[in-house]
């Protein structure tokens, strides 16, 4: 592992949810005015997740008073305190660009059944309940 590699795995976060686009998340941001620091909550769709590794980042898209604000938020940034995620969306695309334009239940997302493993080693350790036969 060369040093760039190891300098990077030093500064990733440990618990990061699954993010995909569809999800609808709470992010909870540190902002700062003059000398004083709090905690926003931005709360919307997500609409992409790109890069990998330390430079993953995803772009978040709400509606207040009839207006579309979208945010784009760097996952391991030390800026995010925490990232809730709501409701996993059932979405064939990997770009939800085209929720711009659309308002109110047009741009409505179904949500996903099935449940989402936080990571791929995690579902993978899960063994299966043992069943009952009666014999």
Do not use: C, W
Not at 40 to 60: A, D, P, S
Not at 88 to 104: A, C, F, N
Request: positive net charge.
């Amino acid at each position: 592992m060369n040093v760039i590699q190891q300098l990077e795995k030093e500064q990733e976060k440990k618990k990061v949810p699954a993010l995909r686009a569809g999800d609808t998340v709470r992010v909870h941001a540190k902002v700062v005015e003059g000398t004083r620091e709090r905690i926003q909550v931005f709360e919307g769709t997500v609409i992409r997740v790109t890069g990998g590794g330390l430079r993953r980042n995803f772009t978040v898209r709400r509606v207040t008073h009839g207006v579309g604000v979208e945010r784009t938020f760097m996952v391991h940034s030390p800026r995010i305190d925490k990232i809730d995620v709501l409701r996993h969306g059932d979405v064939r695309q990997g770009r939800l660009y085209y929720l711009r334009g659309k308002v109110g239940r047009e741009a409505r997302i179904r949500e996903r059944r099935q449940l989402v493993a936080n990571e791929p080693e995690e579902a993978e350790a899960e063994e299966p309940a043992p069943t009952v036969t009666d014999t």
